[in-house]
């Protein structure tokens, strides 16, 4: 195991001096032993104290949904979509951690492990670690806090149901006048590859483990939030996506290297509350370009029908979708919506989807919320349906990511 | 040369700008008009004072505006209620505004409540009792003792981050003192027709105002804070009004005033809009004003004749 370990790693690790992160030693010490609590002048836990405990959460996200879609399998299906276990801590006066692992069907993953660094001054925050990058209005939520049941499908297809990195970024804001203000982030990041569901027969996309600087994955955002009249806010952004190296490959082995692609995007909010903060408005734009070489198809050469020797054919090219949506609140507890995705898929010819929903929310309490959704799907390439769905989301403790304006 | 000259002399400009500003007045943020009343009235001209939000806006659910960032980032001294009244909204524009002047324990983070004895305060931490503030009622600005106490928080708050105008505070304090003593006296003469009267509130933010006039809270519309009420609590509620012949349903304009109609259909008693901040209704500009509102409505809601069932 340890051969295989890369070189530098091992001398990093070597040479760490065997301080702080107490709580983890031998209740008895000998020079040399990891340091427990009090092993030192900070120490202030042992292994059984709660004391300093971090927040701790847990989300249930349940989903019954039928469906009836051209080509898929009917019928009713219920399911925990994922139960997500969150802990969030101050680690020192200046800066915090959390981590977010979630348990689905298929697997348990750390979908996010970060410390935000708030020492730098100003409004400075440095983020490092795995999280969900900083792109338009809604790639820093978990599927559980959208307002609807699924991410637009322009960002499924663009970026990924969820787009988490491991990496760094920097965020700063700036106050422009009184009542608006800026802010902008970049990110670099040894992956940006989104989540997708990994088919038979169907390339996906990877990345190399090792990477020089100018292969890495970079983002940046620059958004600002300004107020229109007494009721209004308005924000707008920018956001880019960055894959300068990455390939596509076929389980047969096939695979297609050196390639890039950038997702760019615009985003547009308005949001009005009345007076008493009860009824609420809120609609939105964002558009897409994915650029570049953004997708592949399988190219059945050699025997027909035999995926062995199948090859790829890379898509290089420009292509665009948006998402737009309403929804208005009428009470604290209630509001409905209507959102529109239409996209061109990164794949030979670009054939076009849309998908349209409507939207009811009924929140039980500050904890306990439930949705029922009705999404209709119009592909052009002939899988064209209908998706009703209820969902039950249920925070149990303190809950809450680094999802910034 | 000459544009080096220039941007120097706009940067010392600039500088001087900022510094004249901060050294003229110390700018002080609240999250309530009712703060801000009371730190106008104790900082006089030392102070800017801005508040984060509207007498109507229903401080549970607040949402956060960029000038709110804006004024937190810029501030000398944030004053809240605390007991938890703001903690939806307030913590969070506090960590993105990263003033550090404004962190809690230190002289720029000024708590209305410290020293507060609080009502509710929950034997059982479970959301079982719905949205519940663990440190207890925090309404604390509804009750007429509640003026009292904010004043002298905000003047330590004040004297603590600009020590050089101490007497001046001081000496409004006082002054905002007497006024107090003459609107104390009002309500209590108010409160001799208020005693022992029944009624329902729809959210419990009128418990320290019962208390001091005497008002019985039979129950609430709510089915817990925070939570609205079930067909079943409504009738257990209309029975328990019926059977304490319950004269007004208590209620706020952020409320979800249909179930509250509803209660006061089924009981027969009168709904009376309260302010629940200053500036939340015509009248109520001042804290004072506001009281007097309140003391004000209750006693005109008790002098109309019974409503038939």
């Given at each position: 195991m340890?051969?295989?370990?890369?070189l530098h790693?091992?001398l990093?690790?070597?040479t760490?001096?065997p301080?702080a992160l107490h709580?983890?030693g031998?209740?008895?010490q000998t020079?040399?032993?990891p340091v427990?609590a009090?092993g030192?002048?900070?120490?202030?836990t042992?292994r059984?104290?709660s004391?300093?405990n971090?927040?701790?959460?847990?989300?249930l996200d349940?989903?019954?949904?039928w469906e009836d879609?051209?080509?898929s399998?009917?019928?009713?299906?219920?399911?925990?979509?994922a139960g997500?276990?969150g802990?969030?801590?101050?680690?020192?006066?200046?800066a915090w951690?959390?981590?977010i692992v979630?348990?689905?069907e298929?697997?348990?993953?750390l979908?996010?492990g970060a410390?935000?660094?708030?020492?730098?001054?100003g409004?400075r925050v440095?983020r490092?670690?795995?999280f969900?990058v900083?792109f338009g209005?809604q790639?820093q939520?978990?599927?559980h806090e959208?307002r609807?049941i699924?991410?637009p499908?322009v960002?499924?297809?663009y970026l990924g149901a969820?787009?988490?990195?491991?990496g760094?970024?920097?965020?700063?804001w700036?106050?422009?006048g009184d009542?608006?203000?800026m802010r902008y982030?970049?990110?670099?990041?040894?992956?940006?590859l989104g989540?997708s569901?990994?088919?038979d027969?169907v390339?996906?996309a990877?990345?190399?483990?090792?990477k020089d600087?100018?292969?890495?994955?970079?983002?940046?955002?620059?958004?600002a939030?300004?107020?229109?009249?007494d009721a209004?806010?308005?924000?707008?952004?920018?956001?880019a996506?960055?894959?300068?190296?990455?390939a596509?490959?076929?389980d047969?082995g096939a695979?297609?290297?050196g390639l890039?692609?950038t997702?760019?995007?615009v985003d547009l909010?308005y949001?009005?509350?009345d007076?008493?903060n009860?009824?609420r408005?809120t609609t939105?734009?964002?558009?897409?370009?994915?650029t570049g070489e953004?997708?592949?198809d399988?190219?059945d050469q050699g025997?027909?029908?035999?995926?062995?020797?199948?090859t790829l054919?890379?898509?290089?090219?420009?292509?665009?979708?948006y998402y737009?949506?309403a929804?208005?609140a009428w009470?604290?507890q209630?509001?409905?919506?209507?959102?529109?995705?239409?996209?061109e898929l990164?794949?030979?010819?670009e054939?076009t989807l849309?998908e349209?929903d409507?939207?009811?929310?009924?929140?039980?309490?500050?904890?306990?919320r439930?949705r029922?959704?009705?999404?209709?799907?119009?592909a052009?390439d002939g899988a064209d349906?209908?998706v009703?769905?209820?969902?039950?989301t249920?925070v149990?403790?303190?809950?809450?990511?680094?999802?910034?304006? | 040369m000459?544009l080096?000259?220039?941007?120097?002399?706009?940067a010392?400009?600039c500088a001087l700008?900022?510094?004249?500003h901060?050294?003229d007045?110390?700018?002080v943020?609240?999250?309530?008009?009712?703060?801000?009343?009371?730190?106008r009235?104790?900082?006089?001209e030392?102070?800017e004072?801005?508040?984060?939000?509207k007498?109507?806006?229903?401080?549970h659910?607040?949402?956060?505006?960029p000038s709110?960032?804006?004024?937190?980032?810029?501030?000398?001294?944030y004053?809240?209620?605390g007991?938890?009244?703001?903690?939806?909204?307030?913590p969070?524009?506090?960590?993105?505004?990263?003033?550090a002047?404004?962190a809690?324990?230190?002289?720029?983070f000024v708590n209305?409540?410290?020293g507060w004895e609080?009502l509710d305060?929950?034997a059982d931490l479970s959301r079982?009792?719905g949205?519940?503030?663990?440190q207890?009622?925090p309404?604390?600005?509804?009750?007429p003792?509640?003026g009292?106490h904010?004043?002298a928080?905000?003047?330590a708050?004040l004297?603590?981050?600009d020590?050089?105008?101490r007497a001046?505070?001081?000496?409004?304090h006082?002054?905002?003192?007497?006024?107090l003593?003459?609107?104390?006296?009002?309500w209590?003469e108010?409160a001799?027709k208020l005693r022992?009267?029944?009624?329902?509130t729809?959210h419990q933010?009128f418990?320290?105002?019962?208390r001091e006039?005497?008002i019985?809270?039979?129950?609430?519309v709510?089915?817990k804070?925070g939570?609205p009420?079930?067909?079943?609590h409504?009738v257990?509620?209309?029975?328990?009004?019926r059977a304490?012949?319950?004269?007004?349903?208590?209620t706020a304009?952020w409320s979800n005033?249909?179930?509250?109609?509803?209660?006061?259909?089924?009981?027969?008693?009168?709904v009376?809009?309260?302010p629940?901040?200053v500036?939340s209704?015509?009248?109520?500009d001042?804290?004072?004003?506001m009281?007097d509102?309140?003391h004000?409505?209750?006693?005109?809601a008790?002098?109309q004749p019974?409503?038939?069932?």
């Amino acid at each position: 195991m340890l051969r295989s370990r890369p070189l530098h790693v091992f001398l990093f690790a070597s040479t760490v001096p065997p301080l702080a992160l107490h709580a983890q030693g031998a209740p008895f010490q000998t020079p040399g032993m990891p340091v427990v609590a009090g092993g030192d002048a900070s120490g202030q836990t042992t292994r059984f104290s709660s004391e300093f405990n971090p927040a701790i959460s847990f989300v249930l996200d349940g989903l019954a949904t039928w469906e009836d879609v051209d080509g898929s399998d009917s019928g009713l299906d219920l399911e925990l979509r994922a139960g997500e276990l969150g802990l969030t801590a101050w680690v020192d006066p200046r800066a915090w951690a959390y981590g977010i692992v979630v348990f689905t069907e298929d697997e348990v993953a750390l979908e996010e492990g970060a410390v935000q660094f708030t020492g730098l001054g100003g409004h400075r925050v440095l983020r490092a670690g795995r999280f969900f990058v900083d792109f338009g209005k809604q790639m820093q939520a978990h599927e559980h806090e959208l307002r609807t049941i699924e991410r637009p499908a322009v960002l499924r297809a663009y970026l990924g149901a969820e787009l988490a990195g491991d990496g760094v970024q920097f965020d700063d804001w700036h106050a422009l006048g009184d009542a608006t203000v800026m802010r902008y982030s970049v990110g670099v990041f040894q992956s940006l590859l989104g989540e997708s569901e990994e088919e038979d027969g169907v390339p996906h996309a990877v990345d190399a483990e090792q990477k020089d600087l100018d292969e890495l994955g970079y983002t940046a955002r620059l958004t600002a939030f300004t107020e229109v009249g007494d009721a209004g806010t308005l924000q707008f952004g920018a956001s880019a996506r960055a894959l300068p190296d990455y390939a596509f490959e076929l389980d047969n082995g096939a695979s297609a290297t050196g390639l890039s692609s950038t997702v760019w995007g615009v985003d547009l909010t308005y949001g009005w509350v009345d007076a008493t903060n009860t009824r609420r408005f809120t609609t939105g734009l964002e558009w897409l370009f994915d650029t570049g070489e953004n997708g592949a198809d399988v190219d059945d050469q050699g025997t027909p029908l035999d995926p062995s020797d199948d090859t790829l054919d890379v898509h290089d090219g420009t292509v665009g979708g948006y998402y737009a949506f309403a929804d208005y609140a009428w009470s604290a507890q209630r509001s409905a919506g209507i959102q529109h995705s239409w996209l061109e898929l990164p794949e030979a010819g670009e054939p076009t989807l849309a998908e349209l929903d409507l939207y009811y929310t009924h929140g039980l309490s500050e904890y306990g919320r439930l949705r029922v959704g009705l999404t209709f799907v119009d592909a052009e390439d002939g899988a064209d349906g209908v998706v009703a769905a209820l969902q039950y989301t249920n925070v149990i403790g303190a809950h809450g990511h680094a999802v910034n304006f | 040369m000459q544009l080096q000259r220039l941007l120097r002399a706009l940067a010392a400009a600039c500088a001087l700008a900022v510094a004249s500003h901060a050294a003229d007045k110390l700018r002080v943020v609240t999250t309530l008009p009712d703060l801000a009343d009371i730190a106008r009235r104790i900082g006089g001209e030392r102070v800017e004072v801005t508040a984060l939000i509207k007498g109507t806006e229903n401080l549970h659910a607040v949402v956060a505006k960029p000038s709110m960032l804006v004024a937190l980032s810029r501030a000398d001294v944030y004053v809240q209620v605390g007991l938890s009244l703001e903690s939806s909204w307030a913590p969070g524009l506090l960590e993105s505004a990263r003033n550090a002047a404004l962190a809690p324990g230190k002289p720029g983070f000024v708590n209305g409540s410290d020293g507060w004895e609080a009502l509710d305060v929950p034997a059982d931490l479970s959301r079982k009792g719905g949205d519940l503030h663990p440190q207890g009622n925090p309404h604390l600005n509804l009750s007429p003792r509640g003026g009292r106490h904010l004043a002298a928080r905000i003047l330590a708050g004040l004297v603590a981050n600009d020590p050089a105008g101490r007497a001046a505070y001081e000496k409004a304090h006082a002054a905002y003192a007497v006024e107090l003593d003459a609107a104390e006296a009002r309500w209590k003469e108010a409160a001799q027709k208020l005693r022992g009267v029944a009624v329902a509130t729809y959210h419990q933010e009128f418990e320290y105002l019962a208390r001091e006039t005497g008002i019985e809270i039979v129950g609430h519309v709510e089915l817990k804070p925070g939570v609205p009420p079930t067909p079943a609590h409504i009738v257990e509620l209309v029975d328990a009004l019926r059977a304490k012949q319950a004269r007004l349903v208590l209620t706020a304009a952020w409320s979800n005033n249909r179930q509250v109609a509803q209660v006061a259909e089924q009981t027969g008693a009168r709904v009376v809009e309260l302010p629940v901040a200053v500036s939340s209704a015509k009248g109520a500009d001042t804290w004072i004003g506001m009281m007097d509102q309140i003391h004000a409505r209750l006693v005109d809601a008790l002098a109309q004749p019974p409503r038939p069932r």
